[in-house]
C-alpha cells in the first residue's frame, strides 16, 4: 500500500533518440485505482514499465511513499504484477504457486500456509489449492497470478497489463468484481493497463488517456466522456466516438454553418480551428425540426440501441438512440441535444 | 445461395457440429454469433473445405461442395491470426491468389495495388508483412481475401485481436468494401452480439454446434425463440426469472409474487421463464437489491446487483457510480418481459394459450 | 576505462583467433617442409628457417612414394554432394510429412517416428559395419560409388529430418491453409509457399549433411577398396614407414579446403541473420 509519485518522468529508448514517454508529472494515491489507456504504441507500456522497474527512465524519478525507487530492480520495489498471459509456475501446485514469494523470502512454513489459505479463500480458489497449475482455465490462472501478489502483506501496488485479454467475455465479469472488491478491501494501488476503454472506465476511478508517449488526459471517467480535453480523447472514449463539426464565428459565437449548432465564444478567442463538439448519446430526435436537420446515411442495429449516420452539407454525425425510431435510410431526420450538450474546441483543444 | 444442410462432425467424441443448417444470401453479411467453442470456427471451416464434416451437404447455387478439395473452393478467408505469407512482399502477397489462377503478373499486380490503396496501404507495398502493424497486416489479409473476388468470403472473428478503435474503423471499412462486391455471400464469425447484430443483415445465433435462430438482427434480437437464444444475444446479459403462474397470479421464484397483470398478458397456470432485459429494471422500486459490481461506460451504467440470491443486471442510460455493497430498491418492468414456456420457447405476445 | 574494456576484449579475440588458426598454419608451413625441416625442431619461416620444397604437394599427385589423390578427391565430392542432396531432398519431405500429418500405429506417433530417424545416429557406425556391407554384397553395389551413394544417404537422412522438422513446425498450419484457399494443391504449396519460408533450416541442414559426409572415414575404407577410393582412404594410404609429415600437411590442407570455402559462403548468410532460429 504506496502512494506512487511519477516526478519529471521521462524515456528515451536511446539518448537523443525522440522521447517514447515525454515529460509527466503525476501522483497516485494509495488505495487508488488508475488506468492507463490509449492505442498501442502510445507508450503506456513504457510507463508500465517504469513504474514496475524493468526499465529504468532516461529521466525523472519514481516514488513509492517518498521514497526513490527509480533504480530500484522489480524484486525490491514490491510490485506484484498480472500479465496478458498468466503467469504462472507449472510444475507446482496452486497452493506452492501463492505461496511462491513468501518461501522465496525464508517465511517459516506455517505462516506461508495460513496466508495462502486466506487469499485463496478471498479469491475463491481454495477449493483448487492442491491441483497444479496447469491444469486450471484461463480465468483460473490470472486469479492464481493476482494471488501470488497478494500473499507478500508488503505488496505496494499492483500493475495489470492487459489482463482480461484471454479471459472469455462471460468471466470477464467476475474478474473485474474481485478486482474491485480486492481493492476496496486490501486497500492497494491497482493501476490498469489497457486499450479497452470500456474496461479503463468501469474499473478505474482516474483514467490517464495515453497518446503518442504523451498524457493527453487525466482525470475520472465521467469527466473524460463529458468533457474530453482534446479531439483525440473524445474520438478515442466513447463509441461511437464524438461528433465534431468545424464551426465560424458569428457575432461572438462559434456556429456550425446551416444548423442551430453554436456556443457563445469566449472573449479574445482568435475565430480559427474552431469546432463544436457533442456526444452520440445526447441527441434526442425531435421529428421535423430541431437543432440539426440531415438526411439519414445508415442505420446500425445494437439490440438495445440504434446508431444512426445523419449525413449534412457540415458533415456527417453519428447518434445513438434507443431502438425502434422507425427510421430508415433516406429519410429526413432532426435531433437536438441536451442543454449542456456541446463543447467547443479550438486546434483540437477544449475551450468551453 | 450458400447453402449448407444438416452438417455434423464430432471429433474425440466432442460434437462440434451437430446438424447446422444455414443459408446464406449472395450480397448480404451473414453473422454466426455465438460463445467461443460454439461451433463457428469449424463452421467455416468446414465451409472452406480444411475439415470435413461426417454428415451433411454444403452447395453454392446449386453445386455440390462436398467432394471439393479447398484449393478447389471459391472461398476466401480471413482469421483471427494476422495470416500473411512472410516471404512475400505486401504487393505479391495480396497479388498471389491471382497469379494462382493463372492472370498475368501485370495485371495481377495492378488490380492488387489498386485493392491495397483502397484499404489505405498503397505507401506499404514494397514491405514485408512482418514489418507491419497488426491493424496493417490484417488489412492486407483483407485485401487477398478481397481481391480475387470470390464468390464466398469467410470471416473468424477477423478483429478480436486488435485495438478497440482500430476494431470499428475496420469494420466499416470492410462493410463499405463489400458494398462493390454484389454477389459475394460473406460469413462473418463473432462473439460480441452488438457486433454481430449491427454488422449483419441475417444474423445466425449458434451454441454447442446448432443453429439456435436465424433471422434479420431485430426479429432475432426481438423475438429470442428459446432461452438459449436469448442468453446468446443479450449483451448485457439477460435476466431470467424463473416463475410460476397460479390461480391467484404470478409468483416470481426468489422473489416472491406480483402484482396481478404484471406480464400484461394472459397466461395459463403452469411453470414459467421471464426473460427480462436489463434495461428493463430501474432504480428506485420496491425490491431490495444489492450492489455487487458497477459499470460505467461513459453515458451507461451497468450494475449487477443481487437479490436475495437472485443475481440481477440492470443498465441505467445515465452515469450514476452505485458504491459497492450498497442497498437499492428496484423496480422491474415486467410488462416488458419476453416470456418463455416450462419447455424454453418464446411465447409469442398476443398468443392467447401457451 | 571504455578504452582498457576495448583492448582487453581485442586481446582476448586475438589471442583465440591465434589459438584457432595454429593449426592451420602448423600445417601450411609443414607441408612445405622436407624431411629434415620437420625433423629438426620447430621453424616457421621460409627461406629464412628452412628450405621449402614442394615434395610434401607433389606425392599427392603421385609423386615420389605418393599416392594420386586427384580421382579419390573427386570421387569423394561426387559421393558427398550427390549423398547430401538426396539425403536433403528426400529428409525435408519426410519432415514436413512429420509436421504436418498425424501418423499412428498403435502407440507409435509421429514423434516416435522422428526420434527413430534420429536413433539412426546414436549407433556407433561399427554397428552398421557388416549389415551394410552385406546388404551392398546383395546387391552387388560394393566397392562402387551408386553404392556408397546409398549408404550415405541413409547415414545422412536423419540429420536432414531432425534440422527440418522443428523448422516445419514452426511454420503455422494456417499459412498451408492460406494457400490451398488461395487456390495452390499441396504439392505447390510445400513448394512455392513453406519451402521458401524454411530456408535456413534448408541451409543448416545441408551444412551438416556435406561436413558429415565429407569427413566420413569408416563407411569409405569398409565398402570401398580397389575401383572406388575415397579421400580419406586415400589419404592413409599415404603413410609409411617414415611419417611423411610434409605429404600429411598438404593432403590435409587439401581436404579441409572445401569446408573452409563452405564456411565462408554459410557465414555470410548467418551473419545476415538468415539462420536466427537454428541455435537451440
Redesign the interface.
Known amino acids: 500500500m504506496a502512494e506512487i509519485r511519477l516526478q519529471e518522468l521521462a524515456h528515451a529508448y536511446a539518448p537523443g533518440a525522440p522521447h517514447a514517454l515525454k515529460p509527466l508529472d503525476m501522483t497516485w494515491r494509495d488505495g487508488g485505482t488508475y488506468a492507463l489507456l490509449g492505442p498501442s504504441g502510445c507508450g503506456k507500456s513504457t510507463m508500465f514499465n517504469i513504474v514496475s522497474g524493468l526499465l529504468h527512465p532516461s529521466e525523472g524519478r519514481v516514488l513509492f511513499d517518498g521514497q526513490d525507487v527509480t533504480r530500484l530492480g522489480t524484486g525490491q520495489r514490491n510490485i506484484a504484477q498480472v500479465f496478458q498471459v498468466p503467469v504462472i509456475y507449472r510444475s507446482m501446485t496452486v497452493g506452492q504457486n501463492l505461496g511462491f514469494p513468501l518461501a522465496c523470502r525464508g517465511v517459516p512454513a506455517p505462516r506461508i500456509r495460513r496466508r495462502v489459505e486466506a487469499i485463496a479463500e478471498r479469491l475463491g480458489l481454495a477449493p483448487l489449492l492442491k491441483r497444479p497449475a496447469n491444469a486450471l482455465t484461463a480465468d483460473q490462472k490470472q486469479l492464481v497470478s493476482l494471488g501470488r501478489g497478494l500473499v507478500r502483506e508488503d505488496v505496494a501496488a499492483i500493475l495489470l497489463d492487459e489482463p482480461l485479454t484471454v479471459i472469455d467475455p462471460q468471466q470477464k465479469f467476475e474478474l473485474r468484481r474481485i478486482l474491485k472488491e480486492i481493492n476496496a478491501e486490501f486497500r492497494v494501488t491497482m493501476v490498469l493497463v489497457t486499450h479497452d476503454q470500456t474496461e479503463a472506465m468501469t474499473f478505474a476511478e482516474e483514467v490517464i488517456v495515453m497518446n503518442h508517449g504523451e498524457v493527453v488526459q487525466a482525470g475520472r471517467p465521467r469527466d473524460l466522456f463529458e468533457r474530453p480535453a482534446t479531439t483525440h480523447v473524445g474520438h478515442f472514449i466513447g463509441s461511437p466516438a464524438m461528433n465534431f463539426l468545424p464551426a465560424l464565428a458569428v457575432a461572438g459565437r462559434a456556429v456550425v454553418p446551416g444548423t442551430g449548432l453554436s456556443l457563445s465564444l469566449p472573449d479574445g478567442l482568435p475565430a480559427d480551428g474552431l469546432m463544436l463538439g457533442f456526444r452520440p448519446e445526447h441527441a434526442r430526435f425531435s421529428g421535423a425540426s430541431g437543432a440539426m436537420r440531415g438526411r439519414v446515411a445508415r442505420l446500425w442495429f445494437e439490440g438495445l440501441d440504434e446508431i444512426v449516420a445523419l449525413s449534412h452539407p457540415a458533415g456527417e454525425v453519428r447518434l445513438r438512440a434507443p431502438a425502434g425510431q422507425g427510421l430508415a435510410p433516406g429519410d429526413t431526420a432532426a435531433f437536438t441535444l441536451r442543454d449542456t450538450a456541446l463543447r467547443l474546441y479550438r486546434n483540437g483543444r477544449l475551450v468551453a | 445461395m450458400l447453402v449448407l444442410r444438416d452438417l455434423s462432425l464430432t471429433e474425440g467424441g466432442v460434437p462440434h457440429l451437430a446438424g447446422v443448417s444455414v443459408e446464406a444470401e449472395p450480397g448480404r453479411m451473414t453473422t454466426l454469433l455465438g460463445?467461443?467453442g460454439a461451433g463457428k470456427t469449424t463452421l467455416l471451416r468446414a465451409v472452406?473445405?480444411?475439415v470435413q464434416p461426417q454428415s451433411g451437404q454444403i452447395s453454392l447455387a446449386g453445386a455440390d461442395w462436398s467432394r471439393l478439395?479447398?484449393?478447389?473452393?471459391p472461398?476466401?478467408?480471413v482469421?483471427q491470426?494476422f495470416?500473411n505469407?512472410?516471404?512475400l512482399s505486401v504487393l505479391d502477397n495480396v497479388a498471389?491468389?491471382l497469379i494462382?489462377?493463372g492472370e498475368p503478373r501485370e495485371a495481377a499486380r495492378e488490380a492488387a495495388a489498386a485493392m491495397l490503396g483502397r484499404v489505405g496501404l498503397a505507401q506499404m507495398t514494397g514491405r514485408r508483412p512482418a514489418a507491419l502493424?497488426?491493424g496493417q497486416q490484417q488489412r492486407v489479409a483483407i485485401a487477398?481475401a478481397l481481391v480475387?473476388r470470390a464468390p464466398v468470403l469467410l470471416l473468424d472473428e477477423p478483429f478480436v485481436n486488435l485495438?478497440?478503435?482500430?476494431r470499428?474503423g475496420l469494420r466499416e471499412e470492410l462493410a463499405e468494401l463489400l458494398q462493390s462486391q454484389s454477389g459475394t455471400v460473406a460469413l462473418y464469425a463473432t462473439?460480441?452480439?452488438?457486433e454481430a447484430?449491427?454488422m449483419g443483415d441475417c444474423t445466425v445465433l449458434i451454441a454447442e454446434g446448432r443453429v439456435l435462430q436465424a433471422g434479420p438482427?431485430?426479429a432475432v434480437?426481438g423475438a429470442p425463440a428459446t432461452l438459449a437464444a436469448a442468453r446468446v444475444?443479450?449483451?448485457p446479459p439477460i435476466n431470467l426469472l424463473a416463475a410460476e403462474i397460479t390461480q391467484s397470479g404470478l409468483v416470481l421464484d426468489h422473489l416472491g409474487p406480483q402484482s396481478a397483470g404484471a406480464t400484461g398478458r394472459a397466461l395459463p397456470p403452469g411453470r414459467y421463464t421471464l426473460g427480462l432485459?436489463?434495461?428493463d429494471i430501474r432504480s428506485g422500486g420496491p425490491l431490495p437489491a444489492r450492489v455487487?459490481?458497477?459499470?460505467?461506460?461513459?453515458?451507461?451504467t451497468v450494475t449487477?446487483l443481487v437479490a436475495g440470491a437472485l443475481p440481477l443486471v440492470m443498465?441505467e442510460?445515465a452515469?450514476t457510480d452505485h458504491r459497492?455493497g450498497s442497498e437499492l430498491g428496484l423496480m422491474l418492468d415486467l410488462g416488458k418481459a419476453l416470456v418463455f414456456g416450462a419447455d424454453g420457447a418464446l411465447i409469442p405476445k398476443g398468443a392467447s394459450h401457451g | 576505462m571504455r578504452t582498457l574494456y576495448l583492448a582487453l576484449k581485442y586481446l582476448a579475440v586475438t589471442l583465440w583467433s591465434g589459438f584457432v588458426i595454429f593449426p592451420f598454419l602448423w600445417m601450411l608451413t609443414t607441408s612445405f617442409k622436407t624431411a629434415n625441416g620437420v625433423t629438426g625442431g620447430a621453424t616457421w619461416l621460409p627461406w629464412l628457417q628452412y628450405q621449402p620444397s614442394l615434395g610434401g604437394w607433389q606425392s599427392l599427385f603421385g609423386g615420389a612414394g605418393g599416392v594420386n589423390i586427384v580421382k579419390p578427391y573427386l570421387n569423394s565430392l561426387v559421393v558427398t554432394l550427390s549423398g547430401s542432396a538426396i539425403a536433403l531432398i528426400l529428409g525435408t519431405l519426410a519432415a514436413y510429412g512429420l509436421s504436418r500429418f498425424s501418423f499412428r500405429a498403435g502407440p507409435i506417433r509421429n514423434g516416435d517416428i522422428t526420434f527413430f530417424f534420429i536413433s539412426q545416429r546414436i549407433m556407433p557406425p561399427i554397428v552398421l559395419a557388416i549389415p551394410f556391407f552385406l546388404m551392398l554384397r546383395w546387391l552387388g553395389l560394393l566397392d562402387s560409388l551408386p553404392g556408397l551413394i546409398l549408404i550415405y544417404v541413409a547415414l545422412l537422412m536423419p540429420i536432414a529430418v531432425w534440422v527440418m522438422v522443428d523448422f516445419f513446425n514452426t511454420i503455422p498450419r494456417g499459412l498451408d491453409e492460406m494457400a490451398w484457399m488461395d487456390g495452390c494443391p499441396p504439392v505447390t504449396t510445400f513448394l512455392r509457399v513453406i519451402l521458401p519460408n524454411v530456408m535456413p533450416g534448408l541451409v543448416v541442414a545441408g551444412m551438416f549433411c556435406l561436413i558429415f559426409g565429407w569427413n566420413d572415414f569408416f563407411f569409405a575404407f569398409t565398402l570401398t577398396f580397389t575401383k572406388t577410393q575415397l579421400l580419406p582412404v586415400s589419404i592413409v594410404a599415404l603413410n609409411s614407414s617414415v611419417t611423411p609429415w610434409w605429404a600429411l600437411s598438404a593432403a590435409a590442407i587439401v581436404s579441409v579446403a572445401p569446408l573452409a570455402v563452405l564456411a565462408f559462403v554459410v557465414e555470410r548468410f548467418l551473419s545476415r541473420g538468415g539462420l536466427a532460429g537454428t541455435v537451440r
Open positions: 460463445r467461443t472452406a473445405g480444411l478439395p479447398p484449393w478447389r473452393r472461398v476466401a478467408m482469421t491470426q495470416i505469407y512472410p516471404h498471389f491468389p494462382r489462377r502493424s497488426g487477398r480475387k485495438d478497440y478503435k482500430l470499428e462473439t460480441d452480439p452488438r447484430l449491427q438482427p431485430c434480437f444475444v443479450n449483451d432485459r436489463a434495461e455487487a459490481l458497477t459499470e460505467v461506460s461513459g453515458s451507461e449487477h443498465l442510460r452515469v459497492l
